[in-house]
């Protein structure tokens, strides 16, 4: 009889920058206060990368961690998929950076742009690449520095974000575990909601971009909202009515952490206690594609999920696109 396998995550790392930017730090920047901050988004503080550091050097520190925790060598990885919107450069890809400072010889590699979905995009394309092949083993990165490319003076988006990077190696295995359902989507009517306007081919860089600040995130934060905080519970239920089960079998929910207030309300809405969602939105902010990495990697090493147990990723962002899946670990 043919084996059957599925794609598993086998090990987990994270990376995050040492300086730490508060609510109170923030008070002195814009016209906001750590109690406006903190009641809207569930935010204190973020990580905040310093000069010099760029995406692939915060991917490479949480990729060594992940490779470490699998047992396995970077000259085992075939494939690495870097999730980024603040890439190293346009091109190259972070991913051929990345596979250089960790020494990844034998792997192919690119990166993946569905901002604050790419983490659960890149897994999907990771999952296909090693069920094929049990020999193969891919590394997947959620890696993000944004505010490098956020406005100081616009409060609506500077009290949001923060940097990191999470990683995982993916591999195959024939054990009943590993990913069970895959959902993802978009609505493009969308896309302004959340974008850097200038940088790209639609208006390059100039003189008049560059004075008229559009290298800079722009936020329709109430629209968002709007978007994200129904859509979360709706994307938890299709995976797991996708490969038959319920919200009751469920060990923890590990979300795109973008609003605890998101949070909670899709918590309301699953009937769940937020218990079961897991959450460090308080202490590193929107870290975009780097957000579920990071959160299952902290979940992990606190030993709140074990062998066997359904977990479920959702993530939402720009685009406006989305992402769910559901696990067993």
Same mark, same amino acid.
């Given at each position: 009889m043919t084996k059957e396998y599925r794609a598993a995550i086998v090990g987990t790392g994270a990376a995050l920058p040492d300086r730490v930017l508060t609510n109170f730090d923030l008070e002195k920047m814009v016209d906001t206060s750590d109690e406006w901050i903190h009641t809207r988004t569930g935010i204190r503080e973020r990580r905040i990368a310093e000069k010099g550091v760029c995406t692939s050097d915060l991917a490479a520190a949480a990729s060594r961690k992940a490779i470490e925790a699998a047992g396995l060598r970077p000259e085992d990885i075939t494939l690495i998929i870097v999730a980024t919107i603040?890439?190293?450069h346009i091109f190259p890809c972070t991913a051929a950076n990345?596979?250089?400072k960790i020494g990844a010889v034998n792997a192919g590699g690119f990166d993946l742009s569905a901002a604050c979905s790419g983490f659960v995009y890149a897994l999907n394309m990771a999952a296909d690449h090693v069920k094929s092949d049990p020999k193969r083993c891919a590394l997947v990165v959620?890696?993000?520095i944004l505010t490098k490319f956020i406005d100081w003076t616009d409060r609506t988006s500077c009290i949001l974000f923060g940097d990191g990077a999470g990683a995982v190696v993916v591999r195959a295995v024939d054990d009943g575990r590993g990913l069970l359902s895959m959902e993802m989507g978009m609505d493009g009517t969308g896309a302004s909601l959340m974008q850097i306007p200038a940088g790209g081919s639609v208006l390059p860089p100039s003189e008049e971009t560059i004075r008229d600040r559009k290298h800079f995130v722009v936020l329709r934060g109430r629209e968002v909202f709007k978007f994200a905080v129904t859509k979360m519970a709706d994307l938890v239920t299709d995976a797991l009515k996708d490969c038959g089960l319920t919200i009751n079998d469920v060990k923890l929910i590990v979300p795109h952490q973008v609003n605890l207030r998101i949070l909670a309300y899709a918590a309301e809405r699953l009937g769940i206690s937020m218990d079961k969602i897991y959450c460090n939105i308080e202490r590193y902010g929107n870290t975009t594609a780097a957000s579920i990495p990071i959160a299952l990697d902290e979940a $992990? /090493?606190?030993?709140?999920?074990? /062998?066997?147990?359904?977990? $479920?990723?959702v993530a939402f962002g720009a685009g406006l696109g989305w992402a769910s899946c559901a696990m067993r670990w």
């Open positions: 603040t890439p190293d990345l596979q250089t959620g890696a993000d $992990v /090493r606190a030993g709140k999920i074990e /062998r066997n147990d359904i977990i $479920v990723f």
